[in-house]
């Protein structure tokens, strides 16, 4: 289809794949937004405290794998493949990653909450302690940008817990220009939603945030593989030059033996 109703088509078939994978990760990570609403009626600190809690609890039984599973469906758009079936790709994603994704939402969360009640520690005190506090707001908002990573790993390549987690946190230090970059994006997303257009939060907030954070994340591992490849190119070109210095070492030795 071409011409103006052939791009109206096409705009209205990217705004239900993003409506449709966000939905699906909304319902999939039920519980956890179910207790986000109950800050709003919250009345106290401590009622404040006490859903946290629980919204702690179940992020890395619900919200961790149905990310994951979100991060799957976007990976095949970006890699070209804008025609995958959404259900079937989420759930199947979330099917083969639930365990890795429980296990770094459990780490995740932990360090987190250390970070998070020496953060309140320490921006309560004054001079070298108010210096502490904003450090820890750092390695949080580090922490953050890495979760991003660490689902696109998981959505896209084959690693033990371990591993995804590690280098999840090396290409976050590694590349502090994509960690940024990923950082605003996702910075104004969640602005537009809570702030400007509330609506975009159960319908396109956590898929546009998704679709963002992989998009940065594939160019990052095209890069590598690109570099990867002109390596292995050099060292083929390298072991071929000494190839041919050896047939030619040896094709002279063969000619000086048979004149003798």
């Not at 070209?80 to 199947?92: I, N, S």
């Not at 502490?132 to 896209?156: E, K, P, Y």
């Amino acid at each position: 289809m071409n011409g103006f109703m052939g791009g109206l088509y096409r705009i209205t078939e990217w705004i239900m794949r993003f409506s449709v994978t966000n939905v699906l990760w909304v319902l999939c990570s039920a519980p956890f937004f179910f207790f986000g609403l109950s800050l709003l009626t919250a009345e106290n600190t401590e009622q404040i405290r006490s859903v946290l809690y629980l919204m702690a609890a179940v992020a890395p039984f619900t919200l961790f794998p149905a990310t994951t599973a979100m991060f799957t469906v976007v990976r095949k758009w970006i890699m070209g493949q804008e025609d995958a079936p959404l259900l079937r790709t989420f759930f199947k994603g979330f099917k083969d990653n639930y365990v890795q994704s429980l296990l770094g939402g459990l780490l995740y969360t932990v360090i987190y909450a250390v970070m998070i009640m020496n953060f309140q520690f320490y921006s309560a005190q004054a001079n070298l302690s108010g210096i502490l506090a904003i450090m820890f707001l750092v390695f949080m908002v580090v922490l953050g940008i890495s979760a991003f990573h660490f689902f696109s790993l998981t959505a896209h390549m084959y690693m033990s817990t371990l591993q995804l987690l590690k280098n999840s946190v090396l290409i976050t230090i590694g590349r502090p220009l994509t960690s940024i970059m990923i950082a605003l994006s996702a910075g104004v997303i969640l602005y537009i939603s809570f702030y400007q257009f509330p609506f975009l939060i159960p319908f396109f907030m956590g898929s546009l945030i998704a679709y963002m954070a992989f998009w940065h994340f594939y160019r990052v591992y095209q890069k590598a593989l690109d570099i990867q490849k002109q390596k292995e190119e050099a060292e083929a070109a390298a072991d071929e030059e000494d190839m041919d210095m050896l047939e030619r070492a040896e094709a002279d030795l063969t000619e000086e033996s048979s004149k003798k």
